[in-house]
Structures are given as C-alpha cells and as structure tokens.
C-alpha cells in the first residue's frame, strides 16, 4: 500500500508529474517541549524549526548553512524520519513520508541514508568494520549469504579510498578521516537515492576535508546521489553545492544558485554571513566590508512576532513593518529567494 500523494505540491504548472524532483519539504515543523515544574510539565516549547520548505532535484546538491543552532541538523534528522516532525508535508519520489508505516520506513531508509558529523560517535567501538556493513545489508535482506555480504562490504571499502583487509579492523584503529569514510561507506552499503550529509568534515582536519569532499563529490557523479549538504563553512558549502539556503532561527532566509547567492545575497544575514569569512576561499563572492551584527540571537522559545531577524538587521531601510510582519520566502530575481520586507533590495545594495 501506497501513500497518497499531495498533486499541489508535486505537479508542476501544465499538471504533469515533475520526475525530476526527488524530495519536497513543505512547511516543516519541529518544536521540542520544554519541562519545568515540579511536575515536568511542558509549558513552552523551542521552535527548532519553523516552517522550512524546498524542493530537491534528482542528482542535485542543496547546501543548507547558518550558524549553531539554527536548526539545520534538526531538520536533516527530521527529514528522514530519526526524529518525527511536529508538522508539515515530506514527499520523497512522490511519496508522503510522514504517512509510512514500519515497513514503507524501512524501505525508505535503504532510500535514503544520513553521514554523521562525528566520525568516531557514530561507530560502535566494539564491531570491526567489516560486521558494522554486513550488519546493515542483513537487516535490509541484502546478499544471500554472509560471504556475499562480505565480500560487498570489502567492495565498499575500496570505493570510499580504504583498503579492503580493513574490514577486519576496529574503528579505533583509523584515523578522523579514514572513520568519517567507513561512515559514508555504510551509507551507501544499502545503495541510496538520498543521503543527508550532516556536517561530514567539520570534525576533521583542514587537509583531510579536502580529501573527503572530494570522494562525496566523485560519489555523486559515479552513483547519481542526490545531497543534503549541511554544513557552517562557507567556502565548503559553496564548492559543494548547486543551491545554498540559508537558515536563521529554524527558518530559511534566503536561497539561489551556490554562485548566485555568494555574489549577490539578498537578505541582510546572508550578507553578515559572507562578510565574516575569508574572501580568499570563495570562488564567487566579492570582497565586502565586514558586517558586524549587534544583539544575541533570539531565543527559539520566544521568537519575535515578525522579522526574526529585526533586532540585529543592519539594514538602513528597515522599520515597524519588519518588526510587525513575517516576511515570506518569496522570489526576489529569477530563482533567487529571501525573505525580507525590503522588496527594494538589489544585488550590491546596502
């Protein structure tokens, strides 16, 4: 049995169905309840994220970056289900996730795989390698017996840049990078459409992310993957995807082409944002004046009632209107999207 399919949000104008789109997230939702009191009750609740839509085409990179806390991780786990969604409408392949029942999730997770941030964290330090894979293809009735799964999970190793004799090793035995590559080679051990990658070379040092980025990117290419790129490093996401969003207090702000939105930013964080990294590790974003926010983020308890991001916004052009509405994600120039009441703003502008 099948899940029903919403036609408003996987059709496109001439009402045929988009192929091409492999996930679309409308209006995603996720609050975790806050318990105080003797009792633990809950009373409040932090708004991780806020209603984050976008859609993923087949064999694309979406980059989603924002800094700590902003709820990118939440809404990769949420996506996939490891953690469920307080609302909102999930399709995958034309699917409604948020509708599966176990056996429909199970399969959508041979589907569609999740690479930890931490290399180390997410092996369990009493299985070699060699068990960690072939426990995953027995538990989704791949390969007929143990030493066919063996043997694939010996072939997997050699794809991600190890050796197969590895197999037999525990994970303390390798390095940060060498892990973070079992990691993806357990990934793709069910042979994935999708994977989330969640901040995969943020725990790893600077020469070795080169190293694995660039095995994620010779992977999409050999395999057909489609990326959810999720990462606080600018430069890292840039090289890596076709489209950035940016996200601030568990909503996207802004989102275009990775060239596009580096060159030309439309809403006032993004600009902060690019005005605090290093120009020299971009490929497409101009040199600007550092930008200095002033203010702490709001909490996500409490968000404001319009523009998340008012008390801190440098624009010289905003007032009550950006205190009072919440502005919507909406298009600003051909496929470039921000969310800002200050229609005005132009690529270059203040």
Do not use: W
Not at 309 to 331: Q, T, W
């Amino acid at each position: 049995m099948t899940s029903s399919v919403d036609v408003t949000s996987t059709v496109e104008g001439n009402g045929a169905f988009d192929a091409d789109v492999l996930l679309d997230v409308q209006d995603l939702r996720k609050y975790f309840p806050v318990r105080r009191g003797v009792l633990g009750r809950s009373s409040v609740q932090v708004r991780a994220v806020d209603g984050v839509s976008f859609r993923l085409q087949r064999g694309e990179t979406l980059g989603l970056v924002g800094e700590s806390g902003c709820g990118k991780s939440t809404t990769g786990r949420a996506i996939l289900r490891l953690i469920e969604p307080t609302s909102g409408r999930l399709f995958f392949d034309g699917q409604n996730v948020l509708e599966f029942d176990r056996t429909q999730l199970r399969e959508f997770r041979r589907r569609a795989q999740i690479v930890f941030q931490d290399p180390f964290g997410s092996l369990n330090p009493r299985m070699t390698v060699g068990s960690m894979l072939t426990e995953v293809l027995y538990v989704h009735g791949l390969g007929e017996t143990r030493g066919d799964r063996l043997a694939r999970a010996r072939e997997l190793l050699e794809m991600v840049g190890l050796h197969a004799e590895h197999a037999g090793r525990y994970p303390h035995e390798f390095s940060g990078g060498q892990r973070q590559r079992i990691g993806i080679a357990r990934a793709l051990a069910v042979e994935p459409e999708f994977i989330v990658c969640d901040e995969p070379v943020s725990a790893l040092d600077v020469s070795v992310q080169a190293q694995v980025i660039n095995l994620l990117r010779d992977l999409q290419k050999e395999l057909g993957l489609t990326y959810l790129f999720i990462a606080h490093d600018l430069a890292v996401v840039e090289y890596m995807s076709d489209r950035v969003a940016v996200m601030y207090l568990g909503k996207i702000v802004e989102m275009a082409a990775a060239q596009e939105l580096y060159k030309n930013p439309r809403h006032p964080y993004t600009r902060a944002l690019l005005s605090a990294a290093p120009r020299r590790y971009f490929k497409a974003a101009p040199t600007r004046e550092r930008i200095r926010l002033s203010g702490d983020v709001p909490s996500p308890i409490r968000p404001p009632s319009g523009c998340p991001f008012y008390a801190r916004c440098p624009h010289p052009g905003k007032d009550e209107e950006c205190r009072e509405l919440v502005p919507v994600l909406e298009e600003k120039a051909p496929g470039h999207l921000a969310a800002c009441c200050k229609h005005a703003m132009v690529a270059g502008g203040a």
